[in-house]
């Protein structure tokens, strides 16, 4: 079973910067694939950002251009670097991993954007 802990949301200013991390409880390298997504007061949850264990990168049309998503395996760490934050983008962010066909879940950070 993988665990995941996400860290660093918070309230920013519109246009201005976060960046995510979610530490994960195996190495990240093995994880098939891992992502980001987001959850909106009454929304489903959606699709931020996703990196394959190949290194391939997906984003929305929401985001594209303004996060990016990478990992350092050394430190089992996944991050999402946000800039240009919109108040749109504010949500609960949530990690995810894929392995052996299971979805696993972090507990969620807030990042709220003030406009």
């Known amino acids: 079973q993988v665990q995941l802990v996400e860290s660093g949301g918070g309230l920013v200013e519109a246009g201005g910067s976060l960046t995510l991390s979610c530490a994960a409880s195996?190495?990240?390298?093995?994880?098939?694939?891992m992502g980001w997504y987001r959850q909106a007061p009454g929304k489903q949850r959606d699709l931020v950002a996703t990196?394959?264990?190949?290194?391939?990168?997906t984003y929305p049309d929401s985001v594209k251009g303004r996060f990016t998503i990478s990992r350092d395996n050394t430190k089992n760490t996944l991050y999402l670097q946000m800039n240009s934050l919109k108040p749109e983008d504010s949500a609960v962010y949530y990690c995810?991993?894929?392995?052996?066909?299971?979805?696993?879940w972090g507990q969620g950070t807030q990042v709220t954007v003030s406009s």
């Open positions: 990196l394959t264990r190949g290194g391939t990168t």
């Open positions: 195996e190495t990240i390298f093995s994880i098939a694939a």
């Open positions: 995810n991993a894929v392995q052996w066909g299971q979805n696993y």
